[in-house]
């Protein structure tokens, strides 16, 4: 099977996305989508261009992204040539590399985010369940233990201690989804971790 015809078979064919309304079936119910749409015309960045790129990119099933992976830099430079964007001694214009492929710009973060959050919703809840339990696990640890009333204080120790282990357990699944979620992108990992106190309404998008 060629390069094009897997391309035309992804579950988001990123060579059907030439029209509004095409646009609007495949994205017009996220809730990042007006500002992404307001900001590709401020930024006078192609918007068809665009969404091929962000798809070819970050989408499971892309050719882009089969095993073992290429370079990222040289995916995304190949995603930019079959999104149609120009490129020039293999670097993008300016504007493009600033907020498209360096993620210079908020609100297309976040509609790539939510993007990521629906290719991959079953890792997306795994992470938010096991943050949770984490973060429940160390708020009962930090609890003194002379609130453990009518227990003894050593058994009240034994079962932070069993509580410790679980939590040395379950973060090291946690870092195992996040290693599946963002891939070898440290970029979107990094900007994710900044961002995350300012983007808890993006972290119900996956339920």
Same mark, same amino acid.
């Given at each position: 099977?060629?390069?094009a015809?897997?391309?035309?078979?992804?579950?988001?064919?990123?060579?059907? =996305?030439?029209?509004d #309304?095409?646009v609007?079936?495949?994205?017009?119910?996220?809730?990042?989508? %007006?500002?992404?749409?307001? &900001?590709?015309?401020?930024?006078? =960045?192609?918007?068809?261009?665009?969404?091929?790129?962000?798809?070819?990119?970050y /989408?499971?099933?892309? =050719?882009? #992204?089969?095993?073992p992976?290429?370079?990222? +830099?040289?995916?995304? =430079?190949?995603?930019?040539h079959?999104?149609?964007?120009?490129?020039? #001694?293999? /670097?993008?214009?300016?504007?493009? %590399?600033?907020?498209?492929?360096d993620l210079?710009?908020?609100?297309?973060f +976040?509609?790539?985010? +939510?993007?990521?959050?629906?290719?991959? @919703?079953?890792?997306?809840?795994e992470i938010?369940?096991?943050?949770?339990?984490?973060?429940?696990?160390?708020?009962?640890?930090?609890?003194?233990?002379?609130?453990? /009333?009518? @227990?003894?204080?050593l058994?009240?120790? +034994? %079962?932070?201690?069993?509580? &410790?282990?679980?939590?040395?357990?379950w973060? /090291?699944?946690? %870092?195992e989804?996040?290693?599946?979620?963002?891939?070898?992108?440290d970029?979107?990992?990094?900007?994710?971790?900044?961002n995350?106190?300012?983007?808890?309404?993006?972290?119900?998008?996956?339920?």
């Open positions: 099977m060629g390069a015809t897997k391309i035309e078979n992804m579950v988001i064919n990123p060579v059907s =996305i030439k029209t #309304n095409r609007k079936t495949l994205f017009g119910d996220y809730e990042s989508y %007006k500002e992404m749409l307001k &900001t590709v015309e401020q930024l006078k =960045i192609d918007l068809y261009s665009t969404l091929k790129y962000i798809v070819l990119l /989408s499971e099933d892309s =050719i882009l #992204n089969v095993r992976p290429m370079p990222l +830099e040289e995916r995304q =430079i190949r995603a930019l079959l999104a149609k964007f120009t490129v020039r #001694n293999a /670097s993008p214009d300016e504007s493009v %590399k600033r907020y498209l492929v210079g710009d908020r609100r297309l +976040e509609f790539i985010f +939510e993007f990521l959050t629906k290719q991959k @919703k079953f890792t997306w809840q938010i369940t096991l943050e949770t339990q984490i973060l429940e696990n160390q708020m009962l640890r930090l609890r003194p233990v002379d609130e453990e /009333s009518g @227990k003894d204080e058994m009240a120790f +034994e %079962k932070k201690g069993k509580m &410790t282990t679980m939590y040395k357990e973060y /090291s699944i946690l %870092k989804f996040y290693d599946e979620f963002y891939g070898d992108n970029n979107v990992r990094a900007i994710h971790r900044i995350r106190a300012n983007m808890a309404s993006l972290e119900n998008i996956a339920f």
